[in-house]
């Protein structure tokens, strides 16, 4: 007897039902393997300079080559960042020496690693399977106000350059410092005369860190796309580090891209001890998890679900509140300005369900569960930067 139009449509039904569980545990996957996935903004390098290692994996800190290859991740700006401490001549020679270490790292990890400075090597390097890696610079202090400077860091492979940390100089002015009142505020003639020449190089400006007033200076100066490679959204999250909306309004206009932080104390309010505390023992509890399905499979998903539902029922910062700052974001500046600036390994503590580098697929995962198409999935997690390194680096006049 044949069967029924009724009877194969209920079959139908019943095997979506089954099935459909582990076809979106595959889609999320796939997709995010196959998409380019770039990270704004990562601090590991700091803790090569403290003797650390980023060639093994390890079980210290957000990040190494083989977590990068794990979390999915194709293209990692590192920063070089000198500690307060060194002032100077001794910053100079600090920052030169990052940039030395990593490339050391390179030469010993051909197979692993390639550092780019325009559009076409990065293609490359990701289509060879290596991690694309981009030197920026973030905060000027190490240049010393000196013009040579930047053309020096430019010979050795600069291609980002965040113009000031937490603190200000005689050419632009931090978020911290104007957000106190106790600066003026802006770019001085030297800050846009650097703005036109890192415009001339093909260099991307960084604006996080930067203060309300040198942004909108540097927005007025420079010829290009410009981008905050690890800030957040200030209209979820008050705080000095992160865009308010006109800022990111601004980006779109500009063509630029804000690359959202993952640093929890720019998600949320009142992080105090108790509540890191708590977030620390879900993340404990991830890594539990983590030991008993090393297949991260469907009770893996359903059971990180779990966590995260008892996560944001708490108030706690997680995989959920970044979707949060990364809708506002998008809602506000558009889908194509918007991207991923973790911050990794410059920040004390994660939200849940992100403890490292390789959780990041499921970040990807909870952007499809929230509805974004694959096409602007791929724009988040990395086609937008891809667009305006492209255009910047390949604009070069020097």
Same mark, same amino acid.
């Given at each position: ?16 039902? #089954? ?18 996935v770039v ?37 990692q ?59 920026g ?12 400077r ?6 050795r ?41 890192l415009?001339? #190089? ?24 410009i ?80 966590l ?54 499921l ?22 930067? #891809? ?12």
């Amino acid at each position: 007897m044949k069967n029924s139009r009724s009877d194969i449509f209920f079959t139908c039904i019943l095997l979506l039902l #089954l099935y459909a569980p582990a076809a979106a545990q595959q889609d999320f996957m796939q997709l995010h393997r196959e998409a380019v996935v770039v990270d704004g903004h990562n601090d590991v390098l700091g803790r090569v300079m403290r003797g650390g290692d980023m060639e093994s994996w390890g079980t210290h800190g957000h990040s190494d080559l083989p977590r990068f290859a794990r979390g999915g991740l194709d293209v990692q700006i590192f920063s070089i960042w000198v500690p307060s401490r060194e002032r100077g001549e001794n910053a100079w020679r600090f920052a030169l020496a990052e940039i030395d270490s990593l490339k050391a790292i390179a030469a010993r990890n051909p197979d692993r690693l390639g550092l780019v400075t325009d559009a076409g090597q990065l293609r490359r390097a990701v289509g060879d399977g290596l991690i694309a890696g981009i030197i920026g610079l973030e905060g000027g202090r190490c240049i010393d106000g000196r013009r040579e400077r930047i053309l020096t860091l430019y010979e050795r492979g600069m291609r980002s350059f965040g113009l000031t940390w937490n603190y200000s100089s005689d050419w632009a002015t931090c978020s911290k410092d104007e957000s106190t009142g106790k600066v003026k505020g802006g770019l001085s003639a030297k800050g846009r005369g650097f703005v036109r020449l890192l415009d001339s #190089l093909g260099v991307l400006i960084d604006v996080s860190h930067l203060g309300e007033r040198s942004f909108w200076d540097v927005l007025e100066t420079s010829q290009h796309p410009i981008f905050a490679s690890h800030s957040a959204c200030r209209a979820l999250r008050d705080h000095h580090r992160n865009l308010t909306d006109r800022q990111l309004r601004a980006l779109s206009e500009n063509g630029g891209v804000v690359m959202i932080n993952f640093y929890p104390g720019f998600l949320v309010n009142n992080l105090n001890r108790s509540r890191r505390n708590l977030v620390q023992r879900m993340h404990d509890r991830h890594a539990e998890l983590k030991r008993q399905h090393p297949e991260r499979g469907a009770a893996y998903l359903s059971a990180v679900d779990d966590l995260l539902k008892q996560a944001q029922k708490r108030g706690l910062p997680s995989l959920y509140t970044i979707a949060d700052h990364i809708d506002h974001a998008v809602q506000v500046a558009g889908i194509d300005h918007v991207g991923l600036g973790s911050d990794f390994d410059g920040i004390s503590i994660t939200p849940v369900g992100l403890r490292d580098v390789t959780d990041l697929p499921l970040l990807t995962r909870v952007l499809q569960q929230r509805g974004y198409s694959e096409a602007a999935i791929r724009n988040i997690l990395g086609e937008n930067f #891809l667009r305006i390194f492209s255009a910047v680096t390949g604009s070069a006049t020097r």
